[in-house]
């Protein structure tokens, strides 16, 4: 895992339902342990139910098994951005203001300012899904919007709710929204993947090393380097 290039994970239902793991405490238990193997930063998790109470009962739970399983690992709740989930990330802040919150399924640049309400550390649009029901170029015009928004109304006295853009589907969307002013995201491994995989620099690298093993290239210890003044 390039652990170097990602601060942490993302996770929600639908996922772990995709790749087998049980939306449950055991399941849950089972990704904090695996985090903090991996040396990450911050996990999120998002906490399930049908109502406010039983949203915020997942969600402290949920933060619960941090100090067992991922102590060093930064643990953020994800909460639904409906009436009930608002509703949750509120009582979970009053309840817990240390708590770390992302207000999650957000499609319009409006929703962001509930989450900013509430008092949430991230916001997180669907910007594929977005691109997919209103044009992918409209998408990520609503995305600039809610970062501006966001900018427009954090202060010294109010901390700013962080853009966390998900559902990427392209490297360059990435591109696009750091121009904007977002700088966090999250992405399936394919898109890691293209942002490396950049033919044309392959092919130069390729270049380069063709051209030191044919001009005597050895291998250089990778201890530490010497620097001879000039």
């Known amino acids: 895992m390039l652990a170097w290039a990602l601060y942490g994970v993302t996770t929600n239902p639908a996922i772990l339902e995709r790749d087998g793991v049980q939306c449950s405490l055991a399941g849950t238990t089972a ?19 049908p109502s406010p109470d039983a949203l915020l009962a997942a969600a402290l739970q949920l933060q619960d098994l941090r100090p067992h399983y991922c102590p060093s690992v930064a643990l ?3 909460l639904p951005c409906t009436a009930e989930g608002l509703a949750a990330a509120a009582q979970l802040r009053q309840r817990r203001p240390e708590s770390s919150v992302t207000i999650t399924g957000v499609y319009a640049a409006h929703q962001a300012l509930l989450a900013r309400a509430v008092g949430a550390d991230y916001v997180a649009p669907y910007l594929g ?3 997919d029901a209103g044009g992918h170029e409209e998408a990520l015009q609503e995305v600039a919007s809610m970062a501006a928004a966001m900018r427009a109304t954090s202060g010294p006295a109010h901390p700013p709710t962080r853009v966390l853009v998900a559902s990427i589907r392209q490297a360059s969307q990435m591109a ?9 995201f999250t992405f399936a491994p394919a898109v890691m993947e293209e942002m490396l995989g950049v033919p044309q620099t392959l092919a130069a690298i390729a270049n380069f090393e063709a051209a030191a093993a044919r001009n005597g290239a050895v291998g250089v210890a990778a201890a530490g380097m010497v620097v001879v003044p000039s």
């Open 31 to 49: 990704l904090c342990e695996a985090a903090a193997a991996l040396g990450l930063r911050e996990l999120q998790l998002q906490a399930w139910g």
């Open 76 to 78: 953020t709740i994800k």
């Open 129 to 131: 899904r977005m691109g």
């Open 176 to 184: 696009r929204l750091a121009a904007a002013g977002c700088d966090t």
